[in-house]
């Protein structure tokens, strides 16, 4: 079926974003997964192109537009080149929303323009080595001292971790106050105390700096608390929804692009002197992925709709997030089983989206958290 959710402006964006990525990223990203993190200087270049910050206000650099569409389409355009280092997406659909909603507007001229230009590199750090989806048991605290907040504690699977200028920390700033006990805090490179640990080693997304965070009496001046103090966790909450979408728009995309392949791999690949597509098991196996692949694009579409119009619920955002990634990883799977031996080998793009796929389930809420979401909007 044909789509009507993109407009000839967002294929024009698509259609410069493609090239972009087949002469800064594609040649470059191999050499990045060894390295274990993206060159510096590729933010840089996107930057150049307005490809970061696009929905920052112009005042301060950036594109002034707030339409999801715009990020569904790098989200899906970094997934087809399997260009998983790049943290594009975390800083404008993670991080970007804190910084235009939750920011005075000295916060605002202190830091926007560097986010947009590339120069600042983002991340937002809630995971601890004991608290993954149960933020209520973050442990890092932060006491006020005079004009500074000291901050203390660690994070961990941070992405971006390893590049990043400024560093969203959540942080325990009430210990008596349950839900209302935490706030947002800005840290930047180069704060007395604040220490990174390990480039962590991971299954899939070897490009992308996913790291140990260690903060150590790090004070933090009071002019670097974002929002308002002690609503940190219902900051979160208004802003996961999007993130969600986003980890949603790149499954899909994923998903249809190695099917894609999957389909022209059974056309060429002959077994028993006839292409594989030709059984009729391969058939039902692309027909069934097709269909489901086909459904999802639909449920995606309507949901940035909603998004762009103001709709989109944090259930909804949940379903979106825990389906679509559960269809990626068993999409993938699948596709590497009908590659056969091939499909074992990281010089097919499927097997390298085999790896990446993994963690699509688990990170920006476990499958089992977002069910639980849903469930609970039922009264169950």
């Known amino acids: 079926m044909q789509s009507a959710l993109y407009e000839a402006e967002h294929e024009s964006f698509r259609a410069m974003l ?3 990525l087949a002469k800064e990223v594609v040649p470059h990203h191999a050499a990045w997964e060894e390295a274990g993190v993206v060159d510096r200087s590729v933010w840089l270049k996107a930057g150049e192109q307005g490809l970061l910050g696009m929905d920052v ?42 910084l235009i909603s939750l920011t005075t507007e000295e916060q605002k001229r202190r830091w926007l323009p560097g986010v947009v230009s590339g120069a600042s590199i983002t991340a937002i750090a809630m995971t601890e080595p004991g608290a993954g ?31 990043a200028d400024l560093v969203i920390v959540v942080a325990r700033t ?9 706030s947002l805090l800005v840290v930047e490179r180069g704060m007395p105390g604040f220490e990174r640990g390990r480039n962590l080693d991971k299954v899939g997304l070897k490009a992308q700096d996913t790291a140990e965070l260690f903060f ?12 308002t103090e002690g609503h940190g966790f219902f900051h979160l909450m208004e802003n996961l929804p999007q993130e969600r979408l986003s980890i949603a728009a790149g499954a899909v995309a994923s998903a249809r692009i190695v099917l894609d392949l999957t389909v ?10 006839k292409p594989i597509g030709s059984f009729q098991n391969t058939r039902f196996e692309l027909a069934e ?7 999802a694009e639909t449920y995606l579409e309507k949901a940035i709709g ?3 119009a103001g709709r989109f619920t944090v259930e909804d955002a949940a379903m979106a997030k825990w389906w679509t990634t559960e269809l990626q990883k068993r999409v993938v799977d699948r596709c590497l089983q009908l590659h056969g031996g091939y499909g074992y080998m990281l010089e097919y793009p499927v097997a390298k989206a085999f790896l990446d796929s993994r963690i699509q389930t688990i990170y920006g809420g476990t499958t089992e958290i977002m069910k639980e979401i849903v469930g609970r909007s039922l009264g169950v």
């Open 57 to 98: 206000p112009e005042e301060y650099g950036g594109g002034g537009v707030t339409d999801f569409r715009y990020n569904a389409i790098l989200s899906a355009e970094i997934s087809r080149v399997g260009a998983s280092g790049l943290g594009f997406t975390l800083q404008n659909d993670v991080v970007a929303p804190y």
């Open 289 to 295: 992925m097709h269909t489901e692949v086909s459904i």
């Open 174 to 182: 009430d210990p008596e106050a349950g839900a209302r006990g935490f």
């Open 133 to 163: 989806s149960d933020l209520q048991g973050l442990r890092t605290t932060a006491r006020r001292d005079g004009d500074e907040w000291v901050l203390n504690g660690s994070k961990t699977f941070i992405t971006n971790g390893i590049n």
């Open 264 to 273: 022209q791999y059974c056309k060429d690949r002959t077994a028993f002197g």
């Open 306 to 308: 909603e998004h762009n």
């Open 216 to 227: 150590e009496d790090v004070r933090v001046p009071a002019a670097n608390l974002l929002g």
């Open 18 to 20: 493609r090239d972009f």
